[in-house]
């Protein structure tokens, strides 16, 4: 089985068939990682560099993680300290460290299709860590896996996105994930945070309400507010948000079931989600994160075999 791709740009550019092989390769290499040798030597022939135009802490290790464990040889560049301040252009900087010969290319930049514009100008794979506000695809991967640990199937499943979806690549990710997997999907914030084209282009619900959103709901995806790409006030305040939107105890405990709570970080405490939920049993947090390790050397061991076909 392979991909249809040899890049990971987005989810919106996966079938339904790449979304399961990469869960199910996912699902191998999570039993690797259990052991107490942890490391295969599938890429051991392979040089990826990680590019990250923007800050990072757990997507940029967890590759960085997921290609050690795969043998892969890896460099890492991060803008500050780069030419770019020096005025080079990402064509000129992605020719000049391939001209080095790598093979991968995972890359963040804050720029919307950064990694589609360069996947048309060069030969390397490319792996999309986050692209500006458009999509995340190997965090919304990581979500499904963990939402699959859990309730076994993503088919027909009610999930949640809650918060600020407009600014959100997590949320773009996930919804183009969950719909292709046939999950059922509500976004829930203020509507100031919610585009309004989502509810038509992907048959999704949208709802104003936390409590009826998460009394419909079996996982909450949290998300949080991105203060970083809002230049506008979209929201009175970030305690009003909290008592509008947060992830309380006092509204989990108004619920008839439990459901399960994620959220891709780095959380606020105190904003989208309060400390007692986040570190309950009911959340999935960290296991998101060690999920996301398995996912990643999954999509890099599938497109290192789609190179060489
Ligand atoms: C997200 C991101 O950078 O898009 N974080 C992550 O990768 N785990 C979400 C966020 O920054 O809120």
């Known amino acids: 089985m392979q991909l ?3 890049h990971l740009l987005g989810i919106r550019q996966l079938t339904a068939q790449d979304i399961q092989l990469i869960l199910d390769t996912a699902s191998q290499f999570k039993e690797v990682l259990q052991r107490p040798i942890k490391k295969v030597p599938s890429l051991r022939d392979v040089t990826i560099v990680n590019l990250f135009y923007e800050n990072s802490t ?5 590759f960085e993680l997921a290609e050690k464990r795969l043998s892969a040889d890896t460099v890492n560049f991060a803008v ?3 030419s770019v301040s020096k005025g080079e252009s990402l064509l000129d900087t992605v020719n000049n460290i391939l001209s080095m010969k790598v093979d991968m290319v995972v890359m963040r930049h804050s720029a919307t299709g950064a990694p589609h514009f360069l996947s048309k100008h060069i030969q390397a794979s490319i792996i999309n860590a986050g692209d500006g506000i458009n999509e995340h695809p190997t965090q919304a991967l990581l979500d499904a896996f963990s939402i699959t ?6 088919r027909g499943k009610k999930i949640a996105i809650v918060g600020d979806i407009m600014h959100s690549r997590v949320a773009l990710s996930n919804i183009y994930l969950l719909r292709k997997m046939e ?5 829930v914030g203020p509507p100031t945070l919610i585009p309004k084209y989502l509810q038509e282009a992907f048959d999704i619900r949208v709802e104003y309400n936390l409590l009826k959103a998460l009394q419909w709901c079996d996982v909450a995806n949290v998300l949080r507010i991105q203060l970083e790409r809002q230049n506008q006030v979209l929201f009175s305040s970030l305690r009003e948000y909290n008592l509008a939107y947060g992830i309380k105890k006092s509204v989990l405990a108004q619920l008839k079931k439990e459901i399960v709570i994620m959220h891709p970080g780095p959380i606020n405490r105190g904003v989208e989600i309060d400390s007692d939920v986040a570190d309950s049993q009911q959340s999935v947090i960290l296991q998101q994160v060690e999920n996301g390790v398995a996912v990643r050397m999954a999509v890099l061991y599938l497109l290192a075999g789609q190179r060489e076909s």
């Open 183 to 187: 999950a059922e999907v509500m976004v």
């Open 149 to 154: 640990e859990k309730l076994q199937s993503l």
């Open 80 to 82: 500050s300290g780069s």
């Open 58 to 62: 757990r997507t940029r290790i967890s």
């Open 4 to 6: 249809s791709s040899k």
